[in-house]
């Protein structure tokens, strides 16, 4: 890594766990100028592609993928802790799929399990707007496939 002050070789100095492990912090030091400055490392899936019902591929984005969780657990009893992890193990499982482009819909079933396991009326604000419900019965229905799992 380059110092953003010299642009000189760095060493790193320290490395620990941060944001509830999700990234590690090193703190750095340029060999040249010996400016110290700290750097977080954490996972990407940048090159990966989703591909959407409608076929059209996109950038995959954590962004958007928090964006509907966070409507999904809203005034939910789910520290930032939790969410910070929920969404740190839903990205894992899509790394682990090892595919360049993965559909939407494939991320949209490893959401539901992590949201069962997490939080079932977060589970069912999710799959209703995932499943695209219509109706309340729709809705019952989903509660009593839920009831049967748990």
């Known amino acids: 890594m380059k110092c953003p002050i010299c642009q000189g070789e ?30 977080y490392e954490r996972m990407s899936l940048t090159d990966l592609r989703v591909r959407k019902r409608n076929g059209q591929k996109e950038p995959y984005s954590r962004h958007k993928l928090e964006g509907g969780i966070r409507k999904a657990t809203e005034k939910r009893p789910i520290s930032g802790r939790d969410f910070a992890k ?4 839903i990205e894992q499982d899509i790394f682990n799929l090892g595919a360049e482009t993965v559909p939407s819909e494939q991320i949209g079933k490893i959401v539901l399990s992590h949201l069962r396991a997490t939080d079932k009326v ?11 419900f219509k109706s309340p019965k729709a809705f019952e229905r989903e509660i009593q496939k839920l009831e049967k799992v748990s």
């Open 122 to 132: 977060a589970y069912l604000r999710f799959a209703s707007v995932y499943r695209n």
């Open 86 to 89: 929920l969404i740190f193990a």
């Open 10 to 39: 760095t060493r790193v100095v320290n490395s620990r766990s941060a944001e509830l492990g999700v990234t590690v912090k090193r703190r750095r030091e340029c060999v040249a100028c010996s400016q110290r400055f700290s750097t």
